[in-house]
T-cell receptor, first 115, second 111 residues
Framework: SQTIHQWPATLVQPVGSPLSLECTVEGTSNPNLYWYRQAAGRGLQLLFYSVGIGQISSEVPQNLSASRPQDRQFILSSKKLLLSDSGFYLC??????????????FGEGSWLTVV | GESVGLHLPTLSVQEGDNSIINCAYSNSASDYFIWYKQESGKGPQFIIDIRSNMDKRQGQRVTVLLNKTVKHLSLQIAATQPGDSAVYFCAAREGSYIPTFGRGTSLIVHP
């Protein structure tokens, strides 16, 4: 079965410091990968998605970037964090969207507090 | 673009009652719908999905109903338990596009 791992689970970072959140998926190949942010109010904001190695689409211009160095690895980064980057970050995966049932499956999330 | 919204931000029920969580979508071309459950501090968890060629789909204690005429879907939870307390999201997808998520309804189950 497929599993998704995301880490770290929580982190507290000072303003201006770098960020790296990592995500790996097991049990599938060539998945679509996603980074979402969930702020207070529970809405899910799509930040980045990737359909293959090195292929990144950004949905919202911001202080963050994403990379996909391997087929099942997705990394969310920032060179200098802002207070507004605080939130709950979720990595997710799905089969390619040509599939009839294109369910998105989420990781357990990473709580980021920028102080 | 697609917008997806839930009718109530919070729903309170008594343990043992049936719960109904509603969701409306705007894009009549949406052809696939998903319900998620998110417990506090965790990622959303897939509950059940339904394609637009169906009106109803049942799982374990859950039923999803789809009304394409009014662009509405609902999640029914039978015999609601305290462990069902969570935020519930619906999502709608058109074709190969990425699903659009609603904001979530918080279900509170009172013992």
């Amino acid at each position: 079965s497929q599993t998704i791992h995301q880490w770290p689970a929580t982190l507290v970072q000072p303003v201006g410091s770098p960020l790296s959140l990592e995500c790996t998926v097991e049990g599938t190949s060539n998945p679509n990968l996603y980074w979402y942010r969930q702020a207070a109010g529970r809405g899910l904001q799509l930040l980045f998605y990737s359909v293959g190695i090195g292929q990144i689409s950004s949905e919202v211009p911001q202080n963050l970037s994403a990379s996909r160095p391997q087929d099942r690895q997705f990394i969310l980064s920032s060179k200098k964090l802002l207070l507004s980057d605080s939130g709950f970050y979720l990595c997710a995966w799905s089969v390619p969207p040509t599939a009839v049932r294109n369910t998105i499956y989420f990781g357990e999330g990473s709580w980021l507090t920028v102080v | 673009g697609e917008s997806v919204g839930l009718h109530l931000p919070t729903l309170s029920v008594q343990e043992g009652d049936n719960s109904i969580i509603n969701c409306a979508y705007s894009n009549s071309a949406s052809d696939y719908f998903i319900w998620y459950k998110q417990e506090s501090g965790k990622g959303p968890q897939f509950i059940i999905d339904i394609r637009s060629n169906m009106d109803k789909r049942q799982g374990q204690r859950v039923t999803v109903l789809l009304n394409k005429t009014v662009k509405h879907l609902s999640l029914q939870i039978a015999a609601t338990q305290p462990g069902d307390s969570a935020v519930y999201f619906c999502a709608a997808r058109e074709g190969s596009y990425i699903p659009t998520f609603g904001r979530g309804t918080s279900l509170i189950v009172h013992p």
